[in-house]
T-cell receptor, first 107, second 115 residues
């Protein structure tokens, strides 16, 4: 089983849609969790940390379920500029990246 | 926000050349730096983890004698690809982290093309 698993997509959605990404991790001792976005041929950039209580940053909402070892990212009112690959990242002693979920937002 | 600078951003060189890539944390002290490689349309692959002042820990399958990592200070780590060959052509990305549970911040990446 992979340490971090994500649905690779691709997700193709119209502008304004709400889209949700899921991620599961295998090591229950994992301590911190993040979502990164990576644009084509660019480095990953931190989108947001994920907290047990759930957290929101504008149109983005992240949730963590430690019991199920599950992380989610919800994007509301999708913009064209949201098109990217979204990486789920789990940290224990070092960070482990999911393979990423590709999102394309179309006009 | 935290800034990590990586240099050079693009390298094209002949087979057999050794290539050195620098990774600097500009506004924080990075106790740990990471080196990744990413082939087209594939996910990031961790190559090695380095802590300042100690030897790097390499992932399985990564040759430590081919990919030399030096983390001499809290703000600088270098990756040297020795005797590079076309199969080493890839996108190499470094990242730096201040403390254990903090997120990593990535450099801009280096596109290495070996002819």
């Amino acid at each position: 089983r992979k340490e971090v698993e994500q649905d690779p997509g691709p997700f193709n959605v119209p502008e304004g849609a709400t889209v949700a990404f899921n991620c599961t991790y295998s090591n229950s001792a994992s301590q911190s969790f993040f979502w990164y976005r990576q644009d084509c041929r660019k480095e990953p950039k931190l989108l947001m940390s994920v907290y047990s209580s759930g957290n929101e940053d504008g149109r983005f909402t992240a949730q963590l379920n430690r019991a199920s070892q599950y992380i989610s990212l919800l994007i509301r009112d999708s913009k064209l500029s949201d098109s990217a690959t979204y990486l789920c990242v789990v940290n224990l002693n070092d960070m482990r990246f999911g393979a990423g979920t590709r999102l394309t937002v179309k006009p | 926000g935290a800034v990590v600078s990586q240099h050079p951003s693009w390298v094209i060189c002949k087979s057999g050349t050794s290539v050195k890539i620098e990774c600097r944390s500009l506004d924080f002290q990075a106790t740990t730096m990471f080196w990744y490689r990413q082939f087209p349309k594939q996910s990031l692959m961790l190559m090695a983890t380095s802590n300042e002042g100690s030897k790097a820990t390499y992932e399985q399958g990564v040759e430590k004698d081919k990919f030399l990592i030096n983390h001499a200070s809290l703000t600088l780590s270098t990756l040297t690809v020795t005797s590079a060959h076309p199969e080493d052509s890839s996108f190499y990305i470094c990242s730096a982290r201040e403390q254990g549970n903090q997120p990593q911040h990535f450099g801009d990446g280096t596109r290495l093309s070996i002819l």
